[in-house]
């Protein structure tokens, strides 16, 4: 399969025609023309704006053709952050809160056996194991705060 027919592929698949799919990537309604013509074929930035409007598609099956036409579901890792900004700000503003709360971690009624658990199930830190050096908070201006509990 050409370059030319994933890009058909891809334009069926979105229910686009060539001027719409133009606008959707920000590219020149020209430049869709030439490639479908045959008259030039796409660049590389070309390319990346395509994976950025549409990143469902494998960018492997895009240029090369091989591979799967759409990119396969992406397996958890316990080391994912949360995704959604939103739930990732309620979930900092409510340890911030616990610990100007408490004003200090060993306030926190937390015993040997308990875990202490700042960002979610699959940061848990068992206290009797280790203990907290420095809590750093960033701020979206670039900024940040450290936090350190007395020992």
């Known amino acids: 399969?050409?370059?030319k027919e994933r890009l058909v592929r891809i334009m069926n698949s979105e229910g686009l025609n060539a001027s719409l799919f133009a606008d959707r990537i920000g590219v020149q309604r020209s430049s869709i023309s030439h490639i479908l013509s045959g008259r030039n074929k796409p660049s590389l930035d070309f390319l990346e704006k395509i994976l950025g409007a549409y990143p469902k598609y494998n960018a492997e099956w895009l240029v090369m053709g091989t591979g799967q036409v759409y990119?396969?579901?992406k397996q958890s890792s316990l080391f994912d952050v949360p995704?959604?900004?939103?739930s990732e700000?309620?979930?900092?503003?409510k340890n911030v809160q616990s610990v100007e709360k408490n004003n200090d971690f060993q306030?926190?009624?937390i015993s040997?056996?308990?875990t202490l658990n700042l960002y979610g199930k699959n940061s848990e830190i068992k206290k009797s194991e280790k203990a907290i050096e420095k809590v750093l908070i960033f701020y979206t201006d670039g900024t940040f705060s450290a936090y350190r509990p007395n020992n």
């Open 107 to 109: 306030h926190a009624n």
């Open 1 to 3: 399969m050409s370059i």
């Open 112 to 114: 040997n056996d308990e």
């Open 83 to 86: 995704t959604d900004k939103a």
């Open 89 to 93: 700000e309620d979930t900092m503003d």
């Open 71 to 73: 990119k396969a579901p």
